[in-house]
């Protein structure tokens, strides 16, 4: 029996001899050695085995052999631990260079920028245009209400919670899975938030709208503050927001000029000239500086503003004043 033993030792210490000579050979070595050939984009796809990645790299001309590549693989324990993912390689690579770069995980990323105040269709757009996404398969996913409770949102959509940032994502994801990752970074985001100013009688749904209305409301970052105390005012006043952008994003298919006749819809549940309180949720995607504005407002007894042109608004506190600044800064304009 111990002689059985011995014999089975010397046979695969002479098999792991016998590959430690041949993955020293010249086909586990670079195509092009001394250059760097660019490199070029290859996919291991989801279902692909061992055999199919190597061969698939022979094709390709980034590795010599593919049966080399498979013994290697095998040899060091890592036939099945190829990722799934695009990968830039190159033929001036060893073939355990790109077995390494395979099994790392290290895919290649595509940058997609999500600026604050964008909205879930346009995020949408964004991702189609990246190649990251189908359009309307990840519209379609934010506006799932039973996969946004799962995400612990108490909501019948994403909007307001598909954080705006910059993001590097590989392709082949799910829509489901790059939602989780944008929703993921909202919930850091707001976990990072102090929990003293957190706690107030408006939920995280109510904070989250109205911070989506200050972020379209105004492009100067020091008036977050401001706008949001004037809404403050409003809701505690029982008056209406009379907000255009809240308006706008009821209109389907909006062609950019809002008319009367859009103020006066009764129809549209995101009209505030007509409904009392907070629209049913968000506008957009608000960023941390509308959220906190939202959060500590201004101490202010401003009840009005109105556009400047220019980037910033004219505040009062008065329906006197504001209609004296209406007259200013946007009738003089219309005149023109």
Known sequence: MIWRWIAGALVVTAGVAAGAVFFGM?????????????????????GRGL???????????????????????RWRGDEGRLMVGEYELSAGWSTRTILDRLISGRVVTYEVVLPEGIRASEVALRLEAAGLADAEEF???TRDAEFTRSLGI?????????YPETYRLPRKLAAQEIAKIFV??????????????????????????LASIVEKETAAPEERPLIAAVFHNRLRLGMRLETDPTVIYGIPDF????????????????????????????????????????????????????????????????????????RRYQLRRRKR
């Open 51 to 73: 055999g199919q990645v190597a061969r698939a790299l022979e094709r390709a001309n980034l590795i010599r052999d593919a049966r080399a590549m498979i013994l290697l693989a």
């Open 184 to 209: 993921a970074q909202f919930d850091q985001i707001w976990n990072e938030i102090d929990p003293n100013i957190r706690d107030q009688s408006m939920s995280r749904l109510e904070i989250v709208t």
């Open 154 to 162: 108490e909501a019948d959509g994403l909007e307001g919670f598909l």
């Open 255 to 326: 062609d950019g000029n809002i008319t009367r006749s859009h103020l006066r819809d009764r129809s549209n549940t995101y009209n505030t000239y007509k409904i009392r309180g907070l629209p049913p949720g968000p506008i957009a995607n608000p960023g941390v500086d509308a959220l906190l504005a939202v959060l500590q407002p201004a101490e202010s007894d401003f009840l009005y503003f109105v556009s400047r042109n220019d980037g910033t608004h004219h505040f009062s506190k008065t329906y006197r004043e504001h209609t004296n600044a209406v």
């Open 26 to 46: 010249k086909q586990l070595e670079p195509i092009y050695p001394d250059s760097s050939p660019a490199p070029q984009i290859f996919e291991v796809e989801r």
């Open 139 to 141: 519209l379609a996913v």
